[in-house]
């Protein structure tokens, strides 16, 4: 047990807010400062709303391989508002080898390519989802297959406007004359 302990007279004057005496101003403002302190750091008076278990359900994505029907990973945590393109991005994550570009994914083995947008929450019929991976290659931008299409045509005209001699005889290239068609 503790025993309480007699304070003396010059402890008192020290404190003298411990046995109720009267306070100066300058303490006065000292305790309230340290008060609001104590206070601010408290935090909120009210306690946290108590969290609720949710109700969202979570999907696992089963993907498999299509020839072999070997599984290649399980995607888990997928919330219901994921689209397919989310899946992917988790799968690319999952097996680093396959990018979101290549990747195809269907729902029967022979079934079309399922497209990006398509919501997780439509193609499940319970929470495990099966899904057959196709590796569609690499894949080239439109801007680069666009440039390769176009540019050479363009070449191979441009050699025909010059008239070049390996193209045309002689007498031909050094006309000047061209028809207005081709200008």
């Known amino acids: 047990m503790l025993r309480r302990r007699k304070t003396s007279a010059s402890e008192l004057k020290r404190d003298p807010l411990a046995h109720g005496g009267p306070l100066s101003m300058s303490q006065n403002t000292r305790s309230f400062f340290n008060f609001s302190q104590l206070v601010l750091s408290a935090g909120h008076l009210k306690p946290p709303p108590v969290l609720k278990h949710s109700k969202i359900t979570y999907f696992e994505v089963e993907i498999l391989d299509v020839q072999s029907k070997k599984q290649i990973c399980i995607v888990d945590k997928i919330p219901p508002s994921s689209t397919l393109l989310d899946v992917k991005h988790k799968f690319h994550k999952a ?89």
Do not use: M
């Not at 083995?109 to 929450?121: A, E, H, T």
């Not at 019929?125 to 390769?148: K, R």
């Not at 299409?149 to 193209?167: A, H, N």
């Open 95 to 183: 097996c680093p080898q396959w990018y979101p570009s290549r990747i195809g994914l269907q729902l029967e083995r022979n079934g079309p390519f399922l497209k990006d947008s398509v919501n997780i929450q439509s193609l499940a019929a319970s929470s495990i989802i099966t899904l057959y991976f196709t590796d569609l290659g690499q894949q080239v931008g439109w801007t680069t297959f666009f440039l390769t299409e176009y540019t050479g045509p363009l070449l191979i005209y441009l050699l025909f406007y010059i008239r070049l001699s390996t193209i045309y005889d002689q007498v031909e290239s050094t006309k000047n004359f061209r028809h207005p068609v081709v200008q």
